[in-house]
């Protein structure tokens, strides 16, 4: 019976592996494969009293029971010409000896690694039909084996590709080698030449539970970081994300190694296997930690609005925090005596003019039913989620000071927020559903969960509005600007009351009923939406505990929309 091909390619993977770990060189010799290991150069000295160490591979007719290809250490008998080593090894020669079988066992973990992708790949190629199979040689018969060459050159090939493409370790399959390093579970191929390829893979343990596996055509994004994560070690760790063909499926593999750089004497006392283990561990946290922020913000980056809305949006903000008033009335004051003021705006840059309304901040915030910070933080979540429902707000914190024609003296507030004042606005409810512009069970969903991570109870008819977009619209030929008509949400100073109670079961202002349905990118969104941007985008103005608040909410929103997508089906829940 001819060997195997992929027998004979684990060997001499193998073989190449040790050698470089070792600083061995291989030379012909009499042994069980034809071929020894014997330490090269700065090293002979010192493993000069060490047997040489080859992993052999044997194939066990006999017990079925047992795998077919087995790890096994030998310890060959020094070489004709060598000198014989003593009766007892010295205490040195012991350790030596130690660390050469902990490396040993790591470099097998590592090629268990590389098998389980070899799998992987493997199962792929041979479901795509019987051309890809037969390219790979695996069907032939064993005499077809014997008259012809090729098909054992293949799976050479592809064991090469795949050691060469794919990382050592992939995130769900995770085990942990005697040197703190993060590798795969290990597999063992069968080498019956007339059993099949594809029910050796189908008998992989846990193969059930393994998502099938997609080889990407390219690494979209590769890293490599090493940080000290204790005096005395070094932690690497090697990323890298690849989509498949179709678009269908990302594969993101980290390998994250710990290795001691201490001296020998540092290393026994303070860094045991487990203790690297460990270190390696939380290495391969931090870097999942930073590149699930990196990727979230690319997310965000491309997901976000076009190039001329977010600039429309700068823009306008820009105007509401350094404008120059020009003018100021009062406006007339709400049935809680709440004071608000319509400012006309000029850029100091150009003669651009806006109008804008002014609500100064007032001592207690009116026990939380005038809280002007609010509306920034309501404008800043709301493009969060992508909605773009509030206008544009800025906060000034410096001193503005008004001249109202019916005031003699001139009116100075510490600070308070400044909105864009929309023209031509008028209650949503004036018109009917059909002339929303927008799907008006997504609008009342996306509102019931703004609202809810606000905690903000304060909404009825009066704050919907339905005017021209302030971002979203064109130019008319005598350069007025032409917004497209939207819903425009409005009043958010009473967000973050610690009375309000809001629910995603509770009626809204139309009647419709609690949300039933929910916008494909609003759900996303949310999904992304954790602690760090939080703090980056909204803590200006809230405090450690209110973020907190906002991510039990936004979890609370996420478990009740996922029970929705549970019980009425997905297609049934999420819009697009």
Not at 458 to 478: I, M, N, Q, V, Y
Not at 565 to 571: D, E, L, N
Request: charged letters at 20%; aromatic letters at 6%.
């Amino acid at each position: 019976m001819a060997p195997s091909p992929l027998c004979d390619t684990l060997f001499h993977l193998k073989m190449s592996i040790l050698a470089r770990q070792l600083g061995c060189d291989t030379r012909p010799s009499k042994g069980l494969f034809g071929r020894a290991l014997r330490p090269s150069g700065s090293r002979l000295a010192r493993c000069r009293r060490i047997p040489a160490f080859v992993l052999s591979y044997r194939r066990d007719q006999q017990q079925k029971d047992r795998p077919s290809l087995q790890t096994e250490v030998e310890a060959l008998e020094p070489q004709q010409g060598e000198d014989a080593p003593s009766g007892d090894l010295t205490r040195a020669s012991a350790e030596d000896l130690r660390r050469c079988v902990l490396q040993l066992q790591s470099d097998n973990a590592e090629l268990q690694a590389e098998i389980q992708h070899l799998a992987g790949s493997l199962r792929a190629a041979l479901e795509t039909g019987t051309a890809a199979a037969a390219a790979l040689g695996w069907h032939r018969a064993e005499h077809e084996q014997e008259q012809d060459d090729c098909p054992e050159e293949q799976p050479q090939q592809s064991l090469a590709h795949s050691h060469r493409q794919e990382p050592a370790a992939v995130l769900h399959s995770h085990t942990l080698g005697h040197n703190g390093s993060i590798s795969s579970a290990s597999w063992h191929p069968s080498v019956d030449g007339g059993g099949s390829m594809l029910a050796s893979l189908d008998a992989l343990p846990g193969a059930a539970a393994v998502p099938p596996y997609h080889q990407p055509t390219s690494v979209s994004h590769a890293t490599l970081s090493c940080s000290m994560q204790h005096p005395g070690s070094i932690c690497c760790s090697k990323l890298s994300s690849a989509l498949d063909p179709g678009g269908a499926a990302c594969t993101i593999s980290l390998h994250t190694t710990a290795r001691c750089t201490a001296d020998d004497t540092t290393v026994h006392r303070h860094l045991s296997p487990e203790e690297l283990r460990a270190l390696s561990a939380q290495a391969l946290v931090g870097a999942a930690h930073a590149f699930s922020q990196a990727s979230i913000a690319e997310y965000r980056a491309k997901a976000g609005p076009p190039q001329e809305v977010a600039a429309a949006h700068a823009n306008l903000v820009r105007v509401l925090e350094q404008g120059v008033v020009i003018c100021a009335e009062r406006m007339p004051p709400s049935q809680f005596d709440h004071r608000s003021y319509l400012l006309t705006l000029q850029d100091p840059s150009s003669a651009r003019r806006v109008r804008a309304i002014y609500k100064p901040r007032v001592y207690g915030d009116a026990g939380g039913w005038h809280r002007t910070p609010m509306e920034w933080v309501a404008y800043r979540l709301n493009l969060l989620l992508g909605l773009d429902l509030v206008p544009p707000t800025a906060y000034r914190s410096a001193p503005l000071t008004l001249s109202l024609s019916d005031e003699e003296e001139e009116l100075v507030f510490q600070e308070g927020a400044v909105m864009l004042w929309v023209e031509d606005c008028k209650q949503l409810n004036e018109f009917p559903p059909d002339r929303w512009g927008v799907d008006p069970a997504v609008l009342l969903s996306d509102t019931r969960i703004l609202d809810c991570l606000l905690h903000n109870s304060d909404r009825h008819h009066g704050h919907f509005l339905l005017g021209p977009h302030w971002a979203r619209g064109s130019t008319d030929k005598d350069g007025r600007w032409q917004g497209r008509t939207t819903p425009v949400l409005i009043d958010h100073a009473a967000a973050f009351r610690k009375e309000a109670v809001v629910s995603m079961e509770h009626e809204n202002a139309f009647s419709t009923g609690p949300v039933r349905c929910v916008s494909a990118s609003t759900y996303l969104r949310l999904r992304f939406l954790d602690s760090h941007t939080v703090a980056q985008e909204l803590g200006a103005h809230l405090s450690r505990s209110e973020q907190r608040q906002l991510l039990h909410r936004r979890d609370y929103i996420l478990h009740y929309l996922d029970g929705l997508c549970a019980s009425q089906g997905y297609a049934a829940t999420v819009r697009e």
